[in-house]
């Protein structure tokens, strides 16, 4: 008899929460296309160990490497942050403060891919390069992001500036 | 051609007597375009989109010039600042009336279009809209867009996913792509442009740019043309003798022997597409080297007489020209024109780079309206720019970055001259309309209704556009009877 009320109880509970589940769910439906990501997002949460684009990153502006291995150590970071984060409209990539950020962690998934403290940072939180001037990261489309450092004499777009194309390719002069 | 009375009076009496239910609603839909244009077919109208690929930093082009929002517009562009008060007063912006704006110095005849004065005085052919951009849902605040709680465009900043929304208006991204001029032609095509009978086929889209995506439709797409007319699959040109053999053989050894010999239903079609784009180009071309005369007037004498300057995007203007002016030649009461001009990605030597090319893009606009009015054409033909994005206000020492809103033009006799529309926004970096990281206005007004107000005087009836322009609905009601943005008369 116990048995039986409690196999009651149990079948009212299960309508109701079909009942309420059915009617959020169409409200949802009528909403227009929104972001998954919460109103407030949580803070990141810097992790303590070196994370997979530290490693990537590890010997950047060694002296005894070519300039241009710094851009494709930054574009192997870059192709695993976009593998990862699949949100496209939040937290749009226009730049290098945009880029540096969101290495940072502030992405859709709050997932820090360089910890703050990497040596590829300034003091201002930008992505700079082996003579300590920012890169222009060029968004040519989503996922597509050209690098480019001043080079020696710090002035960007010279002859001496190095550029990495979305392709991973070192462009050629005047390209 | 039958005039709008006389056509809903025979419309009326199709519908009466006939006993098909199909036959009424085909006669209501017709009748539906006939008392939402005001004309069904009786005048022929073309939209010309001006591209500025790129991304064209706007916010030096349109500037405030009252002494608070200039000293905030001077302090948000430090070194790229245009002057108000300069020596040499060719530095200065160009006062627009009554409205505490101002254009970019070498903007001297999009100025006098605004003004109603020079050349055109006493008709004014160009509105403004300010702070417009790619948007799926209003924004009405920074908080909301920092709030996460709003659909935001995919890759903004990005050339070409920003290219990609302003030509196909549906910034969620698309996985097949279509335009919204292809998608206009997908519904209206066949509507209006009804002198084309039996075989005769002829697109309502011609692109001066190679392909883009604005034209494609999902059953119409583009004819891409160049400055001396129809492309030929061996890259040539015009309609010399040496030409017209060289496309005969080409009909001959490559089209025919496919449709004749081949089964294959791809290899069938495929044939049969390459002898109708051959035929197509030639019946093109053949008005597009012989337009005579319109309203009287030589038109080949009219374009020759033109200010155009000498700058490559000319070539583009006075095909248009040429385009429109046989456009009853070639049976279209409705047709699209694509132009690009492309370089305005000016992250250094902006100051420099932007005067040349505005002054560029100033002349040619100039010269293409007078040849319109010159020709009669200018009641029929609307003119506008679109941009990849706006720029950062903020300098980055040589040029500006990639941002999201800026301003755009409206040219031509329907256009309601002397007016900018939209709210213009606050210049102040960081400040309520700067969503952050050195200048990036949000757009107040969407691309949406920008193209809906252009689309509505092009023929796309409120049930269509739905169709055409997919999140309409998120800014506005298209049965609406005041237009969305009202920068047409």
């Known amino acids: 008899m116990r048995r039986w009320k409690w196999l009651v109880w149990l079948a ?77 409209s939040r937290f749009p990539i226009g730049g290098n403060a945009d880029l ?6 502030e992405n859709a998934n709050r997932e820090v891919f360089v910890r703050g403290d990497s040596p590829v940072f300034s003091g201002d939180g930008l992505l700079v390069d082996r003579w300590g001037s920012p890169l222009v990261v060029h968004p040519e489309a989503w996922r597509q992001l050209a690098i480019r450092s001043a080079g020696p004499d710090r002035r960007a777009y010279t002859a001496d500036d190095l550029v990495l194309l979305p392709s991973g390719r070192q462009a050629r002069p005047g390209e | 051609m039958p005039s ?16 098909s239910v199909l036959s009424t609603l085909l006669n209501l839909t017709m009748a539906n375009h006939a008392a939402a244009q005001g004309g069904f077919g009786s005048q022929r109208k073309s939209l010309v989109c001006l591209f500025l690929s790129g991304g064209c930093d706007t916010f030096n082009f349109l500037i ?183 496309t005969q053989v080409t009909q001959d050894t490559v089209a025919s022997p496919i449709e004749e010999h081949y089964r294959n239903l791809f290899q069938r079609t495929h044939g049969r597409i390459t002898a109708n784009s051959i035929e197509r180009g030639a019946e093109f071309q053949q008005h597009f080297d012989n337009p005579g005369t319109l309203n009287s007037q030589n038109v080949d004498a009219v374009i020759a007489a033109a200010p155009f300057p000498a700058h490559w995007i000319s070539d583009q203007f006075r095909a248009a020209v040429k385009t429109i002016a046989i456009r009853e030649q070639l049976k279209l009461a409705r047709q699209t024109i694509f132009i690009e001009f492309g370089g305005w990605d000016h992250h250094a030597e902006l100051l420099t780079n932007q005067r040349n090319m505005l002054g560029a893009l100033d002349g040619a606009l100039h010269a293409f309206q007078i040849c319109l009015e010159n020709l009669g ?113």
């Open chain 2, 64 to 246: 405030p010039t009252e002494p608070g929002p200039y000293a905030e517009y001077a302090a948000a562009r430090s070194n790229l600042a245009i002057p108000l008060n300069d020596p040499n007063p060719s530095n200065n912006i160009i006062p627009l009336t009554g409205t505490g704006y101002g254009l970019h110095p070498s903007c001297v005849h999009l100025a006098e279009m605004f003004n109603g004065t020079g050349s055109f005085t006493g008709k004014k052919r160009l509105a403004l809209l300010a702070n417009v951009g790619t948007l799926i849902e209003p924004i009405a605040s920074k908080q909301d867009y920092l709030s996460g709680n709003i659909a935001l465009p995919k890759a903004l900043f990005s050339h070409r996913d920003q290219i990609e929304q302003w030509q196909t208006s549906v910034p969620q991204g698309m996985q097949v792509l279509s335009g919204w001029g292809g998608r206009a032609a997908d519904v209206i095509h066949s509507t209006f442009n009804t002198e084309q009978t039996g075989n005769y086929y002829m697109p309502m889209n011609f692109s001066l740019a190679g392909n883009s995506a604005f034209q494609i439709g999902r059953s119409e797409g583009q004819f891409v043309i160049t400055g001396n007319g129809a492309l030929t699959f061996d890259g040539s040109t015009g309609n010399s003798a040496v030409n017209q053999a060289k």
């Open chain 2, 4 to 19: 709008r009375r006389q056509f809903l009076g025979e419309a009326s009496c199709a519908a009466i007597g006939s006993t």
């Open chain 1, 100 to 105: 540096a950020a969101a290495l940072r962690g």
């Open chain 2, 377 to 489: 054409l200018s009641d029929d033909v609307i003119t506008f720019t679109c941009s990849d994005f706006g720029r950062t206000l903020r300098s980055n020492g040589q040029g500006t970055d990639h941002a999201w809103s800026g301003n755009q033009l409206v040219l031509g006799g329907p256009v309601q001259g002397g007016v900018i529309r939209g709210s213009f926004p606050s210049l102040v970096i960081d400040g309520p309309d700067d969503i952050g990281r050195g200048g990036r206005i949000f757009p107040k007004l969407s691309a949406d209704e920008y193209f809906c107000e252009l689309l509505r005087w092009f023929g796309v009836t409120a049930g269509d556009m739905d169709m055409v322009l997919p999140n309409i609905r998120n800014f506005y009601d298209p049965a609406s009877s005041s237009h969305p943005v009202n920068f047409l008369a």
């Open chain 1, 12 to 88: 009212f509970a299960a309508t109701i929460g079909l009942v309420t589940w059915t009617f959020l769910s169409t409200d949802q439906e009528k909403e227009p296309l929104r972001s998954s990501m919460p109103a407030s997002p949580p803070p990141v949460q810097t992790p303590a160990n070196p994370v997979p684009g530290d490693l990537l990153l590890a010997g950047y502006a060694d002296p005894a490497t070519a300039p241009i291995e710094d851009l494709r150590k930054i574009h192997r970071v870059v192709a695993g942050y976009f593998t990862v984060i699949k949100d496209g």
